[in-house]
Each structure stands twice: as C-alpha cells, then as structure tokens.
C-alpha cells in the first residue's frame, strides 16, 4: 500500500466503522479465494506439462540407447563376416572385437537388458 491508500483505509475506517472493515475484509477473502484458483491451476499445468517433458527426453534417451546398441551389434557383425572370411582379422582388429562384445554385454547390463 502507498500512502495515499492508507490514508484512505484509516479514513474510511474511522468513518464507517467496523461495517466497513467487515466489507473489506470480505473483498479481499473473495480476491484470495480468486488468486488461490488461478495458482491451482497455473500449478496443475505445470505438472501436466512437467510429466510430458519428462516423458518426451525419457522416450529420447531410450532411442539413443536403441541406436548405440544397434551401432555396436552392426560393427560387431561386421567384424565377425570380416573374420570368418579368407582374410580374418589382425590381432588388432581381434581385439576390437572382443573389446566391443565386452562393452555391449556391459551397456545392455548396465541399463538393464536387451532395450
């Protein structure tokens, strides 16, 4: 309240008397009641709009753990046609491969199963 406001509260207050303060008080209960709704449901949006987002990053990184798995499963089958071929593998490419099965089988592990 500034000034000019209480002020006026004091002077209608000793003007009018108690019958005064009992309708303010009634105004300002209404407007309570209004600005409580208005929370209420500024808060229900935000967890409608909370559990989406939620909902749309967990489906994201769902995807991405799909992908990195389908990535390492082709490099892995890559490797073994490369291996059972005339050529085979060098001991570097060998160990690749095994280092990849390795993370695979931890990574599916980790993030609980075959996703």
Known sequence: ??????????????????????EELYK?????????KQLE????KTGTLTNE?????????INQQKEFIEYLEDYIDVLKSQQESVEGLDSCE???????EEILN?????IGGDK
């Open 28 to 36: 300002l209960q209404q407007e309570n009641q209004k600005l409580k």
């Open 53 to 61: 987002v939620l909902y749309e990053e967990n489906t994201k990184l």
């Open 1 to 22: 309240m500034n000034k000019e406001e209480i002020e006026e509260y004091i002077w209608n207050l000793s003007l009018h008397g108690s019958r005064w303060l009992a």
């Open 94 to 100: 060998q160990y690749t491969l095994i280092a990849l």
């Open 106 to 110: 931890k990574y599916k592990e980790i």
């Open 41 to 44: 449901k500024k808060y229900s």
